[in-house]
């Protein structure tokens, strides 16, 4: 059974700083390309970052490129996300994904999802 399992979320003040993990279970981890997704109240899921087997590939949604470090330890079966410069805006649900297309930003590149860890940023 794959398992996905997000933490590190919380709260914190617009500026401040939150290392996401995700570790998984049940699956070859290295044949898996891993993604972080975020959903707003009342918004739908969106790409955040993705990060191919190797670690040798990122990508990043625009708004977060320059302040959020997507990585994996493929030893350790975790996948990261290091949040920095945080805003209120930023404010989601973050879910880790798993999948093995050649696609890496959209929901149905990927076949297994955690439960997702809540982020909130104050202002």
């Known amino acids: 059974q794959v398992q996905l399992v997000e933490s590190g979320g919380g709260l914190v003040q617009a500026g401040g700083s939150l290392r996401l993990s995700c570790v998984a279970s049940g699956l070859a981890f290295t044949n898996w390309n891993m993604g972080w997704f975020r959903q707003a109240p009342g918004k739908e899921r969106w790409f955040v970052a993705a990060?191919?087997?190797?670690?040798?590939?990122?990508h990043y949604e625009g708004s977060v490129k320059d302040r959020f470090t997507i990585s994996r330890d493929n030893a350790a079966n975790t996948v990261y996300l290091d949040m920095k410069s945080l805003k209120p805006e930023d404010t989601a649900v973050y879910y880790c994904?798993?999948?093995?297309?050649?696609?890496?930003?959209?929901?149905?590149?990927?076949?297994?999802w955690g439960q997702g860890t809540q982020v909130i940023v104050s202002s």
């Open positions: 990060i191919n087997r190797s670690g040798g590939v990122l």
């Open positions: 994904a798993a999948g093995q297309r050649l696609g890496v930003m959209r929901r149905d590149d990927y076949a297994y």
